[in-house]
Structures are given as C-alpha cells and as structure tokens.
C-alpha cells in the first residue's frame, strides 16, 4: 500500500510540474524555464545534501554513468518543455506513457533480449494508440510531435542507463546530476533563443514550485520503488493520464475528444499489458 499511494503521489507531482511549466511556457522560451527551475532545484538539493549527511558523496557526480544520464536528462527536458507549449498537457502525458514499450523494443536490439509476438503486439497497439492520439493531420503541429517522441526515446534512453547506475551512489546525488544536466541545456537552448523575457515574482514562484514538484515527485518515486513488489506498483504509474486530463481541463481548458481518449486508454492497455508479461517472464526466469 505504500508504495502504491506513494507512485500516485510521484504521479500527480511530476503533472503539478508539467502544469506549471506550460504555464511559464506562454511567456517564457524553454531554456529560460530550464535554467530558472534548475537553479531552485539545486538550491532545494544542496540543502537536501546537507541535512542528509551526504556532502562526502558528491564527487560522484563524475562518474561517467552519471555524466551520460545527466546529458539525457538535457535533451529530453529541452524537447519536451518545448512541446508541451504547443500540445495538450493530456496528450503529451500520454505520447511520454510510450516509453515502457520502446524500452521493451529497445532491449532486443541493445541486449539481444528476446522479445514475443505478444509483447510485439503492445508495442504496436501502444504505438497506434499514439497515433489516435494526435491523429496527423489534426491540430498537433508536426514539430511538436516530433520533439515529443524525441523526448519519450531519450526516456526510455535514460531509463536503460538508470538500471546500470551503482548501488553505492545515493539517489539524491543521480537527482543533482539530472539538475545539472539540465540546466547546462537549459543555458545552451536559452543562448540560441532571442534573449530572456522579463523575470516577474510571480513567474520566479512557478519556477520555485516546479522545482519543488520535481523533487518531491523524484522522491515519491524513490520511496514506491524500494522494498516493494515492482510488478504490482508499476501499474499505478499509469494514474498520470488521469491527473494530466483532470489538470487539462480544470487549468486550460483542454478537453480531450473521444478518439484522444480511446488512444489514452490504448496506450495504458499496452503498457499494463506489456508489465504483466515482464511479470511473467521473469516468475519464468
């Protein structure tokens, strides 16, 4: 039960972030949120790292694993900050629910893992749910579908890389890595973009939140996570489509058309359907 309410909590959180930061997204450009965000994240780690006794740790954060997963972290903040200005927060929640099914994918052609016709047949299904979703030709720009599947890709990137991190290296040092990396994008987007806009309180309270969502959420995922059955948690990640189309409609408006809904519900079938085989294979195993 705790890890279940906990990988709630670690959803609603990462959509309170994504909510704010569309928010900031109609007066700021990406890099700008990124850097801003990242700030108060590394004030809020720093502090963290204090309390928690782990200022000896630090110097970890070279570890070549880190640096590379901190270098994903940039380029998947990048592209999907700079879709979600142009999409519905529900539909880019649910294009980023890809990933479970491109890291089965990916794990045939990186690691020689053999893959079903049945787990096949979820990443297909997951994948046409996709494309119910943003139905091309409809509303979506092209460029932001594409910057959000970018970004699911990096996940799923990222998430392969996370499970050779060593156990030695504390969870709150890989999130200052994450916070590096993307502020170090952050700077480099903001550098290519026309020049900061105004920096008003009230936007620099967005910022300060968004920092605090991500922490947080990060946290609640570490807490689901650790000393559970990961097969029954797992599910529950999928409640982010539900705050995503709650939060869609309650803050801007979106509601999402029926055929969006039913690509929704396609892509959490696969993805369920794709854990439940992972649970079978390995009770193989």
């Keep these: 039960m705790r890890g279940i309410v906990a990988m709630m909590l670690a959803m609603a959180l990462f959509v309170l972030n994504d909510t704010v930061v569309k ?9 700008q949120i990124l850097v801003v965000r990242g700030l108060f994240a590394l004030l809020l780690l720093a502090i963290w790292v204090g309390f928690g006794g782990f200022s ?13 997963r901190g270098a994903l972290e940039a380029g998947i903040a990048a592209a999907f900050i700079t879709a979600l200005g142009m999409m519905p927060l529900a539909d880019i929640t ?21 893959v079903g016709w ?14 119910l979703v943003v139905r091309p030709g409809g509303a979506i720009p092209l460029s932001a579908l594409a910057l959000a599947l970018l970004s699911v890709i ?7 890389v996370t499970r050779r991190i060593p156990a030695e290296i504390p969870s709150v040092i890989v999130a200052i890595t994450s916070t590096l990396g993307t502020l170090v994008g952050g700077t480099l987007i903001s550098g290519i973009d026309a020049g900061w806009r105004p920096v008003t309180p009230d936007l620099v309270l967005l910022m300060a939140s968004a920092a605090a969502f991500v922490i947080l959420g990060n946290y609640a995922m570490i807490e689901a996570c650790r000393d559970v059955e990961l097969s029954v948690v797992s599910p529950f990640r999928y409640a982010v489509m539900l705050w995503a189309v709650l939060l ?24 369920l359907y794709t ?3 992972e649970r079978i294979r390995r009770k193989a195993d």
């Excluded at 990096?154 to 392969?160: C, E, L, P, S, T």
């Excluded at 690509?263 to 696969?270: E, F, M, N, R």
């Design 248 to 271: 869609g409609i309650v803050v801007f408006g979106d509601w999402p058309a029926p055929v969006a809904l039913a690509g929704i519900a396609l892509i959490g079938a696969s993805g």
């Design 275 to 277: 854990l439940h085989r």
């Design 56 to 68: 000896d740790r630090v110097g970890m954060i070279r570890h070549r694993i880190l640096v590379l």
């Design 23 to 31: 928010l900031a997204r109609v007066h700021w450009d990406a890099g």
């Design 154 to 160: 990096g996940v799923a990137f990222r998430d392969i």
């Design 118 to 131: 049945r787990r096949w047949s979820a990443v297909v299904a997951g994948f046409c749910g996709m494309l």
């Design 94 to 114: 649910a294009i980023l629910m890809l990933a479970p099914l491109i890291i089965t994918a990916l794990s045939m052609v990186l690691f020689g893992e053999k």
